[in-house]
């Protein structure tokens, strides 16, 4: 797939061809601007949002929303049909229509930012966040297409789980959660997941970006990994155990939502191994606390060679478990 910046272009292309129509077309009201939108012509439609975004938004015509919400679908579900001489200015096009339909807040246009949108922009990815469970279908359906940015998606998932996660049921913060550690496992992807680990943040995640950092076949990765987890390694020293212990429970949570009947046992042991430990913290039993972590972290590594546990969950939790029992025997915090 093209880099970003090729498939956007600039405005200035646009801009420039607009300067040389003819005055009649330049003197079209805002309700045949938004009938423009619905030409077969590309060059037309783009025309027609390039001039309705120079508008202000309470000069729209009530038409503008649902033709270009319309439209905005279309494009994000249908082959474009343009050839790939077209240059840069099909992109450019698709993002002045994501930037006109963004201003309407409509609801109706979260598919199509899920599809399109979000590969054109941060504010597009706010909008799909913004929207919480709602939206993981569409997310979903991005995921799987194959002319998807996936990191694109990876980042809208960050999004979601820190500045958006009051949008998210507990059920969908365990399906967020699930769907950003498969970025982890994916050989082009694991760079994305370390980066999104500072982001959202997940300092707990640490073990499983050192592990990326030196197992990766691809050196960018390894140094975008490195370099996350030299960010991680400094929030994770600042968070305070029985913050680690909780943000651990919520992975153990997150793993355990529907277990297959081998894991249903390993499950049971993780959850009260952690609950465990976290009451430990709460009533100031440190050393208690040290052993029964030690014991969750022996169950995890169990529960990863018995399959029940994926090598990439086992290093969150273990590896945050071990770094616990570390910490707790030789530091007062």
Request: glycine share 8%; charged share 20%.
């Amino acid at each position: 797939m093209p880099c970003l910046l090729t498939r956007l272009g600039s405005t200035a292309r646009i801009a420039a061809a607009l300067v040389v129509l003819p005055p009649a077309l330049a003197a079209q009201t805002p309700d045949s601007l938004v009938r423009l939108l619905t030409s077969a012509d590309w060059h037309q439609r783009a025309d027609g949002i390039y001039r309705l975004n120079a508008l202000p938004a309470n000069t729209l015509p009530a038409s503008f929303g649902p033709v270009a919400v319309a439209l905005l679908t279309r494009e994000a579900t249908t082959p474009n049909g343009v050839s790939p001489d077209s240059g840069e200015g099909y992109g450019e096009y698709e993002t002045q229509l994501v930037k006109g339909v963004l201003r309407l807040h409509d609801p109706q246009a979260l598919r199509g930012m899920a599809l399109l949108g979000i590969q054109t922009g941060a504010a597009a990815k706010e909008f799909v966040a913004s929207f919480g469970g709602a939206a993981l279908p569409y997310l979903d359906e991005a995921w799987n297409r194959a002319d998807t940015d996936r990191p694109m998606v990876v980042l809208t998932f960050v999004l979601m789980l820190g500045k958006y996660a009051t949008a998210l049921a507990d059920s969908d913060q365990i399906g967020v959660r699930n769907r950003l550690l498969r970025a982890a496992s994916d050989s082009m992807l694991a760079g994305v997941f370390a980066t999104a680990a500072v982001r959202t943040p997940l300092p707990e995640a640490l073990p499983l970006v050192q592990r990326i950092a030196t197992t990766s076949p691809f050196s960018d990765v390894r140094d975008e990994a490195q370099n996350a987890a030299a960010v991680l390694a400094r929030l994770r020293d600042q968070a305070t155990p029985t913050d680690l212990v909780a943000r651990l429970r919520t992975w153990v949570a997150t793993f355990c939502a529907h277990p297959a009947e081998q894991a249903v046992g390993d499950c049971g042991a993780m959850t009260a191994l952690s609950r465990d430990a976290a009451n430990d913290l709460a009533e100031g039993r440190r050393g208690p606390a040290v052993s029964v972590l030690g014991a969750f972290a022996d169950r995890v590594d169990g529960a990863v060679r018995a399959g029940t546990l994926t090598s990439d969950q086992g290093s969150l939790l273990s590896g945050t478990a071990r770094y616990l029992v570390s910490r707790l025997d030789h530091s007062p915090n």
